[in-house]
Protein backbone atom coordinates (compact mmCIF):
# COMPACT_ATOMS: atom_id res chain seq x y z
CA UNK A 1 0.00 0.00 0.00
CA UNK A 2 1.28 3.24 -0.94
CA UNK A 3 -0.35 7.15 0.29
CA UNK A 4 0.46 10.57 -0.16
CA UNK A 5 -0.50 13.39 1.66
CA UNK A 6 -0.17 16.57 -0.85
CA UNK A 7 3.03 16.12 -2.51
CA UNK A 8 4.32 13.88 0.70
CA UNK A 9 5.21 10.22 0.47
CA UNK A 10 3.42 8.86 3.60
CA UNK A 11 2.46 4.68 3.49
CA UNK A 12 5.91 3.41 1.37
CA UNK A 13 4.52 0.12 0.50
CA UNK A 14 3.56 -1.09 3.84
CA UNK A 15 2.04 -4.72 3.61
CA UNK A 16 0.59 -6.70 6.03
CA UNK A 17 -2.17 -9.35 6.50
CA UNK A 18 -4.63 -9.37 9.38
CA UNK A 19 -6.87 -12.41 10.48
CA UNK A 20 -10.55 -12.69 11.20
CA UNK A 21 -11.12 -11.69 14.64
CA UNK A 22 -7.42 -10.99 15.17
CA UNK A 23 -6.88 -7.62 16.84
CA UNK A 24 -3.73 -5.58 15.43
CA UNK A 25 -1.95 -2.55 17.39
CA UNK A 26 -1.00 -0.20 14.52
CA UNK A 27 1.78 1.89 16.05
CA UNK A 28 4.88 4.59 15.57
CA UNK A 29 5.80 7.83 16.69
CA UNK A 30 3.70 10.80 15.48
CA UNK A 31 3.85 11.23 11.42
CA UNK A 32 4.64 7.64 11.25
CA UNK A 33 1.49 7.04 8.65
CA UNK A 34 -0.46 5.34 11.27
CA UNK A 35 -3.44 7.17 10.53
CA UNK A 36 -2.71 6.97 6.55
CA UNK A 37 -2.92 3.81 6.68
CA UNK A 38 -6.19 3.53 8.36
CA UNK A 39 -7.57 6.38 5.93
CA UNK A 40 -6.57 4.53 3.22
CA UNK A 41 -8.06 1.21 4.01
CA UNK A 42 -11.37 2.70 4.32
CA UNK A 43 -11.00 4.65 1.11
CA UNK A 44 -11.01 7.64 2.53
CA UNK A 45 -7.92 9.37 0.72
CA UNK A 46 -8.43 10.10 -3.18
CA UNK A 47 -7.73 6.96 -4.79
CA UNK A 48 -5.51 8.62 -7.99
CA UNK A 49 -3.29 9.43 -4.84
CA UNK A 50 -2.74 5.43 -3.99
CA UNK A 51 -1.16 2.58 -5.25
CA UNK A 52 -1.37 -1.11 -3.92
CA UNK A 53 -3.76 -3.41 -3.14
CA UNK A 54 -6.24 -3.75 -0.11
CA UNK A 55 -8.20 -7.15 0.12
CA UNK A 56 -11.55 -7.63 2.20
CA UNK A 57 -12.59 -10.91 2.17
CA UNK A 58 -12.04 -11.10 -1.25
CA UNK A 59 -13.11 -8.20 -2.54
CA UNK A 60 -10.96 -5.22 -3.93
CA UNK A 61 -11.20 -2.25 -1.26
CA UNK A 62 -8.54 -0.78 -3.58
CA UNK A 63 -10.68 -0.25 -6.57
CA UNK A 64 -14.00 1.01 -4.02
CA UNK A 65 -14.86 4.83 -2.80
CA UNK A 66 -15.44 5.24 0.98
CA UNK A 67 -19.04 4.37 1.20
CA UNK A 68 -18.61 1.24 -1.01
CA UNK A 69 -15.94 0.30 1.58
CA UNK A 70 -18.07 0.95 4.36
CA UNK A 71 -20.71 -1.40 2.81
CA UNK A 72 -18.56 -4.08 2.81
CA UNK A 73 -18.13 -3.96 6.12
CA UNK A 74 -15.35 -0.87 6.87
CA UNK A 75 -16.49 0.47 10.22
CA UNK A 76 -13.92 3.39 10.88
CA UNK A 77 -13.63 5.22 14.46
CA UNK A 78 -11.65 8.80 13.79
CA UNK A 79 -10.03 10.73 15.73
CA UNK A 80 -12.38 13.01 16.00
CA UNK A 81 -15.35 11.39 16.33
CA UNK A 82 -17.16 12.50 13.45
CA UNK A 83 -20.78 12.77 15.37
CA UNK A 84 -23.45 14.86 14.60
CA UNK A 85 -23.67 16.94 17.53
CA UNK A 86 -27.25 18.67 16.60
CA UNK A 87 -28.62 14.76 16.52
CA UNK A 88 -29.34 13.10 19.73
CA UNK A 89 -27.48 9.87 20.61
CA UNK A 90 -30.41 7.33 19.06
CA UNK A 91 -30.58 9.85 15.70
CA UNK A 92 -26.64 9.37 15.48
CA UNK A 93 -26.99 5.56 15.60
CA UNK A 94 -30.59 5.45 13.50
CA UNK A 95 -28.88 7.37 10.84
CA UNK A 96 -25.68 4.90 10.61
CA UNK A 97 -28.64 2.16 9.87
CA UNK A 98 -30.27 3.89 7.27
CA UNK A 99 -28.75 2.00 4.29
CA UNK A 100 -28.41 -1.99 4.24
CA UNK A 101 -26.99 -4.10 5.53
CA UNK A 102 -27.24 -3.11 9.31
CA UNK A 103 -25.18 -4.39 12.36
CA UNK A 104 -26.56 -4.26 15.97
CA UNK A 105 -29.91 -3.69 16.57
CA UNK A 106 -30.36 -0.18 18.83
CA UNK A 107 -31.58 -3.04 21.53
CA UNK A 108 -27.96 -4.77 21.51
CA UNK A 109 -25.87 -1.35 21.09
CA UNK A 110 -27.74 -0.23 24.80
CA UNK A 111 -27.44 -3.81 26.12
CA UNK A 112 -23.41 -2.93 25.58
CA UNK A 113 -23.51 0.75 25.80
CA UNK A 114 -25.90 1.58 28.81
CA UNK A 115 -24.57 5.05 29.48
CA UNK A 116 -25.70 5.44 26.13
CA UNK A 117 -28.69 4.38 26.42
CA UNK A 118 -29.90 6.68 29.52
CA UNK A 119 -28.69 9.74 27.43
CA UNK A 120 -30.72 8.13 23.89
CA UNK A 121 -32.73 11.48 23.63
CA UNK A 122 -29.88 13.39 24.50
CA UNK A 123 -27.61 15.69 21.99
CA UNK A 124 -24.48 14.19 21.12
CA UNK A 125 -23.19 17.83 21.78
CA UNK A 126 -23.96 18.09 25.49
CA UNK A 127 -22.38 14.87 26.09
CA UNK A 128 -18.29 14.15 27.43
CA UNK A 129 -15.68 13.44 25.56
CA UNK A 130 -15.80 9.90 26.85
CA UNK A 131 -19.48 9.26 26.19
CA UNK A 132 -19.01 11.22 22.37
CA UNK A 133 -16.34 8.20 22.24
CA UNK A 134 -18.39 5.50 23.00
CA UNK A 135 -21.08 6.89 20.55
CA UNK A 136 -18.69 6.65 17.70
CA UNK A 137 -17.65 3.15 18.64
CA UNK A 138 -21.17 2.32 18.89
CA UNK A 139 -22.41 3.93 15.33
CA UNK A 140 -19.68 1.86 13.87
CA UNK A 141 -21.18 -1.58 15.48
CA UNK A 142 -24.89 -0.26 13.95
CA UNK A 143 -23.30 -1.46 10.37
CA UNK A 144 -22.31 -4.50 9.56
CA UNK A 145 -18.98 -4.55 10.41
CA UNK A 146 -16.10 -7.07 9.27
CA UNK A 147 -13.30 -4.76 9.72
CA UNK A 148 -13.29 -1.90 12.84
CA UNK A 149 -10.54 0.70 12.17
CA UNK A 150 -10.16 2.59 15.82
CA UNK A 151 -7.72 5.74 15.69
CA UNK A 152 -6.81 7.41 18.91
CA UNK A 153 -9.79 6.01 20.86
CA UNK A 154 -8.14 7.28 24.02
CA UNK A 155 -6.86 10.65 22.77
CA UNK A 156 -7.98 13.56 24.90
CA UNK A 157 -9.93 11.52 27.51
CA UNK A 158 -9.31 11.54 31.70
CA UNK A 159 -7.67 8.05 32.68
CA UNK A 160 -10.64 7.12 34.36
CA UNK A 161 -12.62 7.37 31.54
CA UNK A 162 -9.89 5.43 29.25
CA UNK A 163 -10.52 2.18 31.78
CA UNK A 164 -14.05 2.68 30.93
CA UNK A 165 -13.59 2.49 27.11
CA UNK A 166 -11.16 -0.52 27.61
CA UNK A 167 -14.14 -2.25 29.09
CA UNK A 168 -16.09 -1.70 26.17
CA UNK A 169 -13.51 -2.83 24.11
CA UNK A 170 -11.89 -5.85 25.55
CA UNK A 171 -16.23 -6.57 25.21
CA UNK A 172 -15.92 -6.19 21.97
CA UNK A 173 -12.90 -8.40 21.43
CA UNK A 174 -14.21 -11.14 23.53
CA UNK A 175 -16.79 -10.70 20.36
CA UNK A 176 -14.73 -11.64 17.96
CA UNK A 177 -14.39 -8.64 15.41
CA UNK A 178 -11.42 -8.14 13.59
CA UNK A 179 -10.11 -5.04 14.31
CA UNK A 180 -6.83 -2.29 13.53
CA UNK A 181 -6.37 -0.35 16.66
CA UNK A 182 -3.76 3.28 15.98
CA UNK A 183 -3.25 4.58 19.85
CA UNK A 184 -0.68 6.80 21.31
CA UNK A 185 -1.16 4.90 24.60
CA UNK A 186 1.06 1.87 23.10
CA UNK A 187 0.84 -0.10 26.24
CA UNK A 188 -2.62 0.27 26.80
CA UNK A 189 -2.94 -0.99 22.72
CA UNK A 190 -0.78 -3.90 23.36
CA UNK A 191 -2.78 -5.11 26.79
CA UNK A 192 -5.71 -4.74 23.92
CA UNK A 193 -4.28 -6.74 20.94
CA UNK A 194 -2.95 -9.83 19.70
CA UNK A 195 -0.32 -8.48 17.66
CA UNK A 196 1.62 -5.24 17.27
CA UNK A 197 2.72 -3.49 13.53
CA UNK A 198 5.28 -0.62 14.15
CA UNK A 199 5.55 1.76 11.33
CA UNK A 200 8.22 4.25 10.68
CA UNK A 201 8.88 7.13 8.41
CA UNK A 202 6.01 5.18 6.62
CA UNK A 203 7.68 1.75 6.63
CA UNK A 204 6.72 -1.30 8.61
CA UNK A 205 10.16 -1.86 10.72
CA UNK A 206 7.93 -4.59 13.16
CA UNK A 207 5.75 -7.50 12.81
CA UNK A 208 5.29 -9.51 15.71
CA UNK A 209 2.80 -10.28 18.77
CA UNK A 210 1.78 -7.67 21.43
CA UNK A 211 3.86 -9.58 23.92
CA UNK A 212 6.97 -9.61 21.91
CA UNK A 213 6.61 -5.77 21.91
CA UNK A 214 5.76 -5.28 25.77
CA UNK A 215 8.55 -7.67 26.67
CA UNK A 216 11.37 -5.57 24.52
CA UNK A 217 11.90 -2.64 25.89
CA UNK A 218 14.64 -1.51 23.66
CA UNK A 219 12.25 -1.82 20.46
CA UNK A 220 9.67 0.27 22.62
CA UNK A 221 12.39 2.50 23.18
CA UNK A 222 13.68 3.00 19.97
CA UNK A 223 10.72 3.27 17.67
CA UNK A 224 7.62 4.19 20.76
CA UNK A 225 9.81 6.48 23.03
CA UNK A 226 8.42 4.30 25.79
Do not use: C
Amino acid sequence: MHSYYGESYIVQGVGFQIQKGEIVALLGRNGAGKTSTLRSIARLDAPRLQQGEIWLDGQPLHTMSAYQAARLGVGLVPEDRRIIPSLTVEENLQLAQIEKPVGWTLERIYDHFPRLAERRRQEAVTMSGGEQQMLAVARALARDVKLLLLDEPYEGLAPVIVREIEKILEEIKGLGFTTIIVEQNAIAALHLSDRALILDMGEIVFNGTAKEVIENSELRQQYLAI
